[in-house]
């Protein structure tokens, strides 16, 4: 069993940068691969970026890609989302999530097995 509490959300205007962090529980973090997700108001939760196991590959949506860095402190058992140059449209609920298993690279909802419950990011002009 693996429980996530995500923090480090808040309000910011266009342009301006924040640090999710995602902080785990359990003793095989270092095993599970990470994603962020994010859900806008009115829309379906759409995936952001996932990282495997050691850190070394990542993987981004398009709409993040070149702004939003995830890294992962696998000593510290926390998972980060960078997000610089921020948007209007990144306005969202992030939520991150564990999956368990060899394949890191996981864009879908149901493909993971463990879900914080997410943190407000409000980006205004």
């Known amino acids: 069993q693996v429980q996530l509490v995500e923090s480090g959300g808040g309000l910011v205007h266009t342009g301006g940068s924040l640090r999710l962090s995602c902080a785990a529980s359990?003793?095989?973090?270092?095993?599970?691969?990470m994603g962020w997700f994010r859900q806008a108001p009115g829309k379906e939760r759409e995936f952001v970026a996932c990282?495997?196991?050691?850190?070394?590959?990542?993987f981004y949506a398009d709409s993040v890609k070149g702004r939003f860095t995830i890294s992962r402190d696998n000593a510290k058992i926390t998972v980060y989302l960078q997000m610089n140059n921020l948007k209007r449209e990144d306005t969202a609920v992030y939520y991150c999530a564990a999956a368990f298993g060899r394949r890191w690279l996981r864009v879908g909802l149901d493909e993971y097995d463990y879900w914080g419950q997410g943190t407000q990011v409000t980006v205004s002009s």
């Open positions: 359990g003793r095989t973090f270092s095993s599970y691969a």
């Open positions: 990282i495997n196991w050691s850190g070394v590959s990542t």
